[in-house]
Each structure stands twice: as C-alpha cells, then as structure tokens.
C-alpha cells in the first residue's frame, strides 16, 4: 500500500512536468517514457524526492525529475545563489561569479545555463571557454575580486553523475553563515522563478589569460629548481583519466623544467564516458592501468593521475624490487609534507611561522613530521573548505604562513592563493620530489620509507560498513549512539587513553573526565586514541548508506628493510582492532 501511494505521489508530480509550460520538449518526452513504463522503479527514483541543495552544493544522477542533475535543478541553485548574493551584497555595485566545468556529459549545458541565470539576475560572469580543473576556478574567483564562483562536476564520481559546487569570495567552499543562507534561498525557489534568459553584456569568456597567470604562480611554488634541472629528463607518466587535467597539467610540468612528460594517448581524449576505466577515480588502482602499462614499457620513474576535475591526485612507484607499487592518500599527504619543510629548511627558505593543516582522519605521523621540526599542525575536520578556514583565520590575524595541507582522501593543497585541493600543483610538485629524490640515487619509495624510519611507521586502513535503507541508516545510528553511551575502555588488548566526540564537542581521558574540543562546529564524528598509539576514528557517511571506520596502527623500523615485517605486523593488528569493534 505504502508503495501505491508513494508511486501516486511520483506521478502526481511527474504529471505536473507533463502539463507545465515551463519544462521543454526533450524534459517531457523523457517524463512521458517513464510515466508509460509498467515498471515504476524509475519514475520513482526521479520524483520521490528534490535533489538537495547542502552545504557541498548538488550531486546527483543526471535525467529528467526533481531527483535528477538537470537544467531545473541547476536552474533552481543557481537562482537562489543570485538572490543571496544581491541580498548579501546589496550596494557593493557589479557583483560578479566564476563558472567553470569539467569533462562530464551536460557540464558545459549547466555552466552556460548558470552563466544566464546569473547575468539575468544583474551578476557578471566569468565563463570558462572550456573545461578547466576545479582549483583554477577557485584561483580566478579570488584573482578577478569576485564575490562567489561554481564548478560543475562529480569530481570522480561515475559517469551517470554530475554535480554543482558553490564557492565564496575567497576562493573556498562556502561555510557558515552563508552554507545555510544560500540553502535556504534555493530552498524558497520554484521553476517559475527561475530567470533562464541571459544578458550576454553581463557574461565574460575567459581562457588562455587566467590560464598562464595561474600556471605562474603554481611555478612559484618550486622549492628547488635546480634539481629539476639536473633531472629534467625525468621519465614521467600522467593520465588525466579523460578530464580537466589534460589542460593544465602537461603545461605545469613543461613550465617547471621536465622535458620527459609521457601522457596515456587513450585517455587524452575529453570523454563523460570515461571509455577506459570502471571508475574515473585515482584512489582506484583500476584506473591506473593503462599508465602502467606505459610506464613499464618505458621504465618510467612516477606514475600520476588526477580526477575528472584535477583536484585529486594518485600516483604510482617503483618499490626496492623494482615493482610498480601504488601510493595511498596518507602516503600522499606525508611525502608532500616532509619534501616541503626539509627542504624549505634546505633552501633558507623558513621564516619561523609557518603552519601546516591536516584533516582529523588523516595519518598522525604528520603530527611528529611537524613536532620534530617545529612546525605548527592544525587539525579540521574532512573536506579543504576546512583547510581554507584555517588559512583564512592566520591571514586575518597576520600572525602565520601557510606551506601546505591535505588529506587522506588524495587530496593536497600547497598553496595559499586557491582554496581547494589541486592537482595541478600537486602533480608539478610531486614530479620535483621525484627529481629532488633521484638526485640522491632515490626513489620515492625510498623516501616513504626514510620517513618511516626517522619517525616511526603507520598504516591506514578505512574499513566500510554498508546498511542500506531505512533499517541500515536505523542500524547506523544506533551503532553510532552505543558507541558514545558505552565508551570503548580498551581496544585490541591496548587502553583507550582519549575519546573525542565531535558532535557533543567534548572529549575524555581514560578516566572519563570530560574537557571541551575547540572545532568549530558539531559533526557526527567519534575517535579513540589508544596507547598503543592506534587512532580510530567513526563517522557515517553523509552521501552513501554506510559506516566508515579510519583505522590507524603504528609501529618502527629499525631500517628500510624491515618494512614487509613492520606492515605484516600492522595488519595483524587491524584484524584485532576489527574484531575487537565488532567489524569482523
């Protein structure tokens, strides 16, 4: 019965689609087709609910529906975004936004579509006159004086999704106060308020010129030179898996001196389909297939791959064996970290102020990389807009200097001037570590493992609880509420020292003495810290119907042999720390 109301409901509204004036041709057609299907699976999953707008923008499954990344939905975001920015800044004068898109199906649709609805509501535009990556977007908002920009992209989701993220004058997603202001302008909007028709006085194209001043001062960012001169024929592979990285990034590296850039022939080639991967995500070591292959046949010396909208990056080594070995996200974000304080130290180049970020998920071998050289660490929760927070709070206050930050999810940010995790830097700065290790007769595999010897070794593991449903979202929230009444005393034989519960912003000792955490917002996340010195952090995920456990398990190593026995003897704990919460 229930399923007989909701497909009624679904049709009611599907119907409102078919008799409107205001939804086109092709809308209507693809609405009809699901309207006639006797199986109403579809229907249902396009009307059963509005795509949201949250606090990271729109993602969803392109098609027609309210439940769909279409013209509409896009239509109905961009919308209520004019009608908070000529409410926020009511008497500045010209307000004016960035567009920009990626290589998905419709993001060139969408981007334009945006571009006239906010030069129909009196904001000028700065449109992309083609797909660029994420963290040039955010560099033009801040370079050009804007008050706002957007991307549209699904970053590495598949290929069925697209997605519509809003950004703020400084460069970085939006946050509070105006997450919730611009949320619920869109909220208020109907397709009938939506201004569709442009005023191309308003709408700028822009390119080549934001372009070269970007790749500029990536080149700033070069920490020694010289050694990319000495190793400038450097064998390096990179595959922009089909996406925005293809723009930039083959230019960057050229820029910064390497003469020996091999790119993936099949996935040079912009493609919403992503043709020759499962999944266009760099995490994936799927995706990195074809480059291997190339960097075999060629005896590369780095693999790297960014996402669809170059804001991740994933790459590949050769380890002592001589085998190609995939480097995870905290590998990642340690390796940038190390490379730039021993060698801004190296080069003179520290001043005594300088910070760097890492989300609270991410490896806390970063926090002895950072005790050991006296640099100051700031944890934030996942996700840059974070990161950006904290550079935003120094920069005010004038008293610190940003050098780098990012996180487990292959994200990195090296720089101050974008507000986002960027590819490009990051693959340009990645190739001069390359360099800088090779010029000692390293790889950087022997620099992971010099870093594991001097400060101790780590291995990360995120394990995923899948509940789907109601009864799985029930379960999670339950799992998540034992875990606070019932807290954890000791796990895998080893006691809990400190718990941190980010949603009641306290944490407690092992005597269950409470103090208070200074974040700067609730978010429904736990961690345990045992004293042993495994970290475990919690927290359900915010788009899927999963759990995700962080599992962190450190060690030593006396060597850089003695690497297989250190990470044999992490996982054995993994399976411990597993089975001791119940996830085995």
């Not at 190339?294 to 050769?318: E, T, Y």
């Not at 407690?508 to 961690?527: F, T």
């Not at 060690?555 to 850089?560: E, L, R």
């Amino acid at each position: 019965m229930e399923n007989q109301e909701l497909i009624k409901k679904c049709e009611q509204t599907a119907q409102a689609w078919l008799t409107s004036p205001l939804y086109d041709k092709d809308t209507q057609t693809a609405v009809r087709k699901m309207m006639e299907n006797p199986d109403k699976t579809e229907l249902i999953d396009a009307f059963y609910k509005t795509l949201e707008f949250g606090t990271g923008g729109l993602r969803g499954i392109m098609g027609a529906g309210t439940n769909r990344m279409n013209i509409y939905t896009v239509g109905a975001a961009t919308q209520g975004l004019s009608n908070y920015l000529n409410k926020c800044f009511e008497g500045k004068g010209q307000i004016s936004v960035v567009v920009g898109y990626d290589c998905r199906n419709n993001s060139q649709l969408f981007a334009e579509t945006s571009a006239n609805i906010f030069s129909a509501n009196g904001i000028k535009v700065y449109l992309f006159d083609d797909m660029r990556p994420t963290p040039e977007m955010s560099f033009a908002i801040r370079h050009l004086g804007c008050q706002s920009g957007i991307i549209i992209t699904a970053s590495h989701n598949p290929k069925e999704y697209n997605g519509y993220k809003a950004y703020w004058e400084d460069g970085a997603q939006v946050l509070a106060p105006h997450d919730k202001g611009i949320i619920d302008e869109v909220n208020k909007v109907s397709v009938a308020d939506i201004k569709f028709k442009g005023n191309p006085e308003l709408i700028q194209i822009i390119g080549k010129d934001i372009d070269q001043i970007y790749l500029e001062k990536v080149h700033t960012l070069s920490i020694d030179p010289a050694c990319i001169q000495r190793q400038k024929d450097l064998k390096i592979v990179y595959t922009p898996l089909h996406g925005t990285g293809m723009m930039l990034i083959p230019d960057s590296l050229k820029l910064w001196g390497f003469e020996n850039v091999n790119t993936v022939p099949e996935q040079m080639v912009k493609d919403g389909n992503f043709p020759t991967v499962v999944s266009p995500n760099p995490e994936n070591g799927e995706a990195l297939t074809l480059a291997l292959e190339l960097a075999k046949k060629i005896d590369a010396d780095i693999v790297m791959a960014s996402d669809p909208d170059a804001d991740r990056v994933g790459m590949a080594c050769k380890n002592d064996k001589g085998e190609w070995t995939l480097i995870d996200g905290n590998q990642t974000c340690m390796i940038f970290l190390y490379y730039i304080i021993k060698n801004r130290f190296a080069q003179g180049k520290m001043k005594g102020n300088e910070f760097i970020v890492k989300t609270i998920v991410t490896t806390d071998l970063i926090k002895r990389i950072a005790e050991k050289n006296h640099i100051r660490l700031f944890d934030c929760y996942t996700g840059f807009k974070w990161i950006a927070r904290e550079i935003r709070i120094h920069e005010d206050e004038g008293d610190l200097q940003y050098i780098g930050g990012g996180e487990e999810s292959y994200g990195f940010m090296a720089e101050d001037f974008v507000r986002d995790k960027d590819a490009v830097s990051a693959c340009s700065l990645l190739a001069e570590i390359c360099a800088w290790a090779k010029d000692q007769g390293k790889t950087l595999y022997d620099v992971l493992m010099d870093i594991y010897v001097e400060y101790g070794f780590s291995l990360n593991k995120t394990i995923n609880v899948v509940k789907p449903g109601k009864s799985g979202a029930d379960a999670i929230k339950a799992m998540m509420t034992d875990f606070r009444v019932n807290r954890p005393q000791t796990i895998a034989g080893s006691r809990v020292v400190c718990t941190k519960d980010y949603d009641a912003l306290l944490q407690y000792d092992a005597d269950g003495n409470a103090s208070s955490l200074d974040m700067p917002e609730k978010s429904n996340v736990l961690q345990w810290f045992c004293e042993d010195g495994t970290k475990i952090s919690v927290r359900p995920s915010g788009t899927e119907p999963k759990i995700k456990f962080y599992i962190e398990v450190q060690g030593s190593m006396g060597c850089p042999h003695c690497y297989l026995g250190a990470r044999e003897d992490a996982l054995e704990k993994v399976e411990e720390v597993k089975k001791s919460l119940g996830l085995a």
